[in-house]
């Protein structure tokens, strides 16, 4: 086991327990690992490395949004990797220009670092933000992107605590199933 | 959008993970299912009325063990095959072992016979029956358990969908079995074997379309 497995995999427990810090810091480190990773397969079957970070933000909102579906008795690695060849092989499907299929490999060591750090998706969060239901704006608004505690959130919009948590659950849903949309052909 | 601020807005308020949260989701699908078809089935067709002679329990009991095998079977793979990565620690090649099963047993069975009561062996009396229940008691059950497989994060569509397809025929057998009155090994073979798989396939057909995340 690499020294890499074994501190991605204690900043997953520590996530998984409801750490914000120790979470902020693997999607930091994953987001480095699938940068990497996507530019160099978008090259290999002929795309330009620019959809990357789309690539990127995207496998990192199923890493959020899926971290119930790591088994912790197994290996991090293995987990992020298969999210991140599914996430690739759904967007090259779906951005298709031509019929071609395109061959990943299955195994691949997952190692690589790129550490490309101002980097922007092609993807407008206002907009994004704008299609999702109210409350669901409301709550990733006032959490996420405001930085404010579940609890006032609560209280501004007259919504429950826990109401405010389904909430933005279900807002990262609609806007990961937004941007799948968005990179349709 | 940066990929800064959306890590950002991922990691502000962070709530915990339930452990065993989704072998919880797919195994309560499951067990849901199987109450409700087995419940189903009873009350659409009722159970077979022959069960004082221990022959006709006997089978019933064979066919039950089969079905509950299917199942078992499935849904440990199932719950595997949810998850991302899953298919490289599943052998899709079990999925055959309970057929093979009953194949060999159904053809020992038709050796032993007289080859004059093959036909009536192998073709039953309510064959028609049974190829119509099956995938009809399977449908509730298939869509139940795909739904709850689309909430964890398959990342090989065709087989988690053909081992979804695979426990939802094993379940309607399960209800099937309480009313078919046709005892023998090689019909089982035929009937429930074929009508099994053919939710099987349906499962693997609709896998990549009703999975996908």
């Known amino acids: ?185 | 959008m940066k990929t800064e601020e959306l890590m950002d807005m991922l990691s502000a308020d962070v709530t915990a993970v339930k452990r065993h949260a989704l072998t919880r989701t797919i195994g309560v699908a499951i067990a849901m299912r199987s109450v409700l078809a087995i419940g189903g089935a009873l009350a659409a067709l009722g159970i077979r009325g022959d069960l004082a002679d221990s022959t006709a329990l006997a089978y019933m009991l064979a066919k039950l063990a089969f079905a509950l095998t299917i199942v078992a079977v499935a849904s440990i793979y199932l719950t595997r095959l949810a998850r991302p990565g899953g298919e490289n620690r599943t052998n899709a090649l079990v999925i055959a072992a309970p057929f093979a099963a009953i194949v060999l047993l159904a053809a020992i069975n038709l050796l032993l016979a007289p080859s004059s009561h093959w036909d009536k062996m192998i073709v039953g009396n309510d064959w028609l029956e049974c190829i119509l229940s099956i995938p009809i008691i399977a449908i509730l059950p298939f869509a139940v358990t795909m739904w709850a497989v689309r909430k964890a994060a398959p990342t090989d569509l065709v087989r988690a969908g053909t081992f979804a397809g695979l426990v939802a025929g094993g379940i309607s057998a399960l209800g099937y079995a309480l009313h078919c009155t046709d005892d023998s090994l090689p019909f089982v073979a035929v009937w429930y074997g074929g009508t099994i798989a053919l939710c099987t396939l349906a499962g693997a057909m609709l896998g990549p379309r009703l999975l996908r995340w």
Do not use: C
């Not at chain 1, 810090?21 to 079957?45: E, Q, W």
């Open chain 1, 1 to 185: 086991m690499t020294t890499q497995e074994i501190e991605l995999k204690a900043l997953m427990l520590a996530s998984l327990n409801g750490e914000a810090a120790s979470h902020r810091m693997l999607l930091d480190r994953l987001s480095r690992h699938l940068r990497a990773y996507y530019k160099r397969k978008l090259v290999r079957v002929g795309r330009s490395q620019e959809e990357a970070e789309d690539l990127v933000q995207e496998a990192l909102l199923a890493i959020h949004l899926k971290r119930h579906t790591y088994d912790t008795g197994t290996l991090l690695t293995p987990w992020v990797h298969a999210i991140a060849r599914y996430k690739l092989i759904d967007y090259l499907r779906r951005t298709r220009a031509s019929g071609s299929e395109l061959p990943i490999e299955a195994a691949e060591e997952f190692t690589a670092f790129d550490d490309h750090v101002a980097v922007e998706s092609t993807y407008d969060i206002g907009r994004l933000l704008a299609q999702l239901p109210i409350k669901a704006r409301q709550a990733i608004e006032g959490v996420k992107l405001e930085g404010k505690t579940v609890a006032e959130t609560a209280a501004r919009y007259g919504m429950s605590e826990s109401g405010v948590k389904i909430n933005i659950h279900r807002g990262l849903k609609v806007l990961a199933a937004l941007i799948r949309q968005e990179s349709r052909g």
